[in-house]
């Protein structure tokens, strides 16, 4: 992360962390294999780190908003962010590293907001004809927009500013799925 994938050596590395080649190398053939378990091993810790399930509100506004508060402070954490500028500046398969954050985050993600959505629809306290959908406008509208601006050098919000944010997509976003008048 110090250094990124280009001036990542694995001379370096070992040099950082201890063991032997031979030892690295039976674990990850190559660099880039090594890479794509560091990019795996952060993407998969999302729902531990974010820790949706201590939700306590089954109500769509409440519940939307800590866990978009949850998965934002998750996804600018400097470890996701490293990821991010990585993909961006350096990454020479960025379709792979996409695709592996994608199978361990992004699609859990979608797949719990989806299923959340599909369930308040059927209660009637959610207008979701499509939940698969609004899972990934929620994300888009709460999360994506602040993570750019975060790549692009913006200072990363205090924890109060975040969750005024997240506050502010929610309305949006139910407002524009027939919850709140």
Not at 12 to 27: N, V, W, Y
């Amino acid at each position: 992360m110090e250094h990124g994938f280009a001036s990542a050596s694995t001379n370096r590395i070992l040099a950082r962390f201890g063991g032997s080649k031979p030892t690295m190398f039976r674990h990850f053939p190559t660099k880039r294999a090594m890479f794509e378990a560091v990019v795996t091993r952060i993407a998969s810790r999302w729902s531990d780190q974010m820790d949706w399930q201590a939700i306590d509100t089954d109500e769509p506004e409440g519940w939307l908003t800590s866990f978009g508060y949850r998965a934002l402070k998750w996804i600018l954490s400097e470890e996701n962010l490293f990821l991010g500028r990585m993909a961006v500046t350096e990454d020479t398969e960025p379709a792979a590293t996409a695709r592996l954050y994608r199978s361990q985050a992004s699609e859990p993600m979608e797949t719990l907001l989806a299923q959340s959505f599909g369930r308040w629809n059927l209660q009637g306290r959610l207008a979701s004809p499509d939940p698969e959908r609004d899972a990934i406008a929620f994300l888009d509208l709460a999360l994506s927009g602040m993570v750019s601006r975060t790549l692009y050098g913006f200072p990363v919000l205090d924890d109060d500013k975040l969750l005024e944010h997240v506050r502010y997509c929610v309305a949006l976003f139910l407002k524009g799925r027939g919850l709140i008048k």
